[in-house]
């Protein structure tokens, strides 16, 4: 059984600063490819970040150079350090890994808002 935790999120003023943990179990870490995704009120889900077994990265242009994503395999974790946050990135984030079918999170809510 997959098992995806998120933490982290929390209410955040305009370019404040959060990071977002993901401790996964029931996979092998090392070589699974983590992502995290978001879903904004009244919109659908959509891809944040991603990151492979090889450290291979990827973004979505609207968090590109203001998120970064990294993993410590040691911890079977994920993070999502998020900076210069605006309104906009208001939403619940989850993390993502695909083992035989799609897992999910629970997902944690990060308000930006002053």
């Known amino acids: 059984q997959v098992q995806l935790v998120e933490s982290g999120g929390g209410l955040v003023q305009p370019g404040g600063s959060a990071r977002l943990s993901c401790v996964a179990s029931?996979?092998?870490?090392?070589?699974?490819?983590m992502a995290w995704y978001r879903q904004g009120p009244g919109k659908q889900r959509e891809f944040v970040a991603s990151?492979?077994?090889?450290?291979?990265?990827k973004y979505d242009a609207s968090v590109n150079r203001r998120f970064t994503i990294s993993r410590d395999n040691a911890k079977n974790t994920v993070y999502l350090q998020m900076n210069s946050l605006k309104p906009e990135d208001t939403a619940v984030y989850y993390c993502?890994?695909?083992?035989?079918?799609?897992?999910w999170g629970q997902g944690t809510q990060v308000t930006v808002s002053s």
């Open positions: 029931g996979i092998n870490f090392n070589g699974a490819e």
């Open positions: 993502y890994n695909y083992f035989g079918r799609p897992w």
């Open positions: 990151i492979r077994g090889n450290n291979e990265i």
